[in-house]
């Protein structure tokens, strides 16, 4: 049965390809549309993802037209492969053998009305085969599009369901249908989720998890395990990471203005052109840490641990108070503002005393040379 691992809306978005021998994005949308009187309505940011995965999997082929074909912009266009043909012919009865562990038909994406067919789905989350919990996140994802009212129950469910089954020990790997769960709240619309409700992946273990871009505003990943994670241009604008474990991850480009990291673990991670403005971290242990242009603007870093950082990094009107820069390379550093009472500079390298004077109570920190000038380089 190769070929029919495909989710309901790319079984649409397969049939209104294959009616035609080319058709571009906007057909596609306009054909589904019209076909389910305007109860799935896929736009420009929904559909193409679609579009990219059925052409990674080999069911569809695209081309872009030339440039003298017609005015204006040009236009991608997709037709079916064999591949894809042959797998539309199989859905139907793939389908049909797709069981619940109690052998209870599956209820399909276009047919989910209700809470209970919700549940349905949810309980092939605890099938003991993998292939069919991930058939069924995708089936939520698209339970989704085709029924936004469903949208926060179903991302609870998946938060619920990451909790309780990553791996229970830092030798784990994130399973596939772990990920594709993180996937589906990362692209997740934040505009439907329910005020003041947030994401609760706290104490979870997702070491190594992709996370790349990954909307987490808000989410409480409180004593998670993020060790070596991918978060490059992840969204944790005021996310809780109180006392997690980000070592070694990539946070380049990530937004966490406002996150809470008091006392958590980023030693050696990438934090270059992060956004830490208001960020509170402290005690925050950032040992090593790139942090090369990174903006801690106002953050609170009292007695965190910037032992061995480096990196252009903007610290104006930051809290220091106690906080270790012990051999850090502060070459370019903007501490103008920054509260250094009482902060560790000893053995610091590229300082100038310009930088120094900049900042308020600069008089009171700890281990500066005599001579400013002969800091070591």
């Known amino acids: 049965m190769e070929g029919a691992d495909f989710l309901k809306l790319e079984e649409l978005i397969l049939l209104a390809i294959a009616g035609k021998s080319e058709i571009y994005g906007l057909e596609i949308a306009t054909s589904i549309a019209k076909a389910s009187e305007d109860k799935v309505q896929l736009n420009y940011g929904s559909l193409y993802p679609y579009l990219n995965r059925l052409e990674k999997k080999g069911y569809i082929t695209s081309r872009w037209e030339e440039e003298n074909e017609r005015k204006g912009a040009r236009r991608k266009y997709y037709q079916t492969t064999d591949k894809g043909t042959h797998s539309l012919d199989e859905a139907i009865l793939i389908r049909q053998r797709l069981r619940q562990p109690n052998d209870v038909p599956v209820a399909i994406a276009s047919q989910i009305q209700s809470e209970r067919d919700v549940d349905k789905l949810l309980k092939i989350l605890q099938h003991p085969e993998e292939k069919e919990r991930i058939w069924a996140i995708y089936e939520l994802q698209s339970a989704i599009e085709v029924n936004p009212e469903l949208h926060w129950e179903i991302m609870q469910a998946l938060a619920t369901f990451i909790r309780t089954n990553s ?3 830092k030798q784990g790997e994130i399973e596939s249908d772990i990920q594709e769960a993180l996937n589906v709240i990362g692209n997740r619309n934040i505009d439907r989720d329910i005020p003041l409700s947030l994401i609760d992946l706290a104490q979870t ?29 992840a969204n944790l604008k005021k996310a809780n990471l109180k006392r997690a474990n980000l070592q070694g991850a990539n946070l380049m480009i990530a937004n966490l203005e406002g996150i809470n990291l008091v006392r958590a673990n980023l030693e050696g991670a990438i934090l270059i052109r992060a956004n830490l403005e208001g960020a509170n971290l402290e005690g925050a242990n950032l040992e090593g840490a790139i942090l090369l242009l990174a903006n801690f603007k106002g953050a609170y870093l009292s007695k965190a641990n910037l032992q061995a950082c480096h990196g252009h990094a903007n610290f104006a009107g930051a809290y220091l108070s106690k906080a270790n820069f012990e051999g850090a390379d502060l070459e370019g550093a903007n501490l103008e503002g920054a509260n250094l009472q009482r902060a560790n500079f000893y053995e610091v390298r590229n300082l100038t005393i310009e930088q120094l004077h900049s900042a308020n109570n600069w008089q009171q920190t700890l281990n500066i040379p005599n001579d400013i000038d002969q800091i070591p380089f």
């Open 167 to 169: 791996p229970e020990d």
């Open 205 to 233: 273990n997702l070491i190594r998890a992709n996370l790349k871009r990954a909307n987490l505003q808000g989410a409480n990943l409180e004593g998670a395990d993020l060790e070596g994670a991918n978060l490059q241009g």
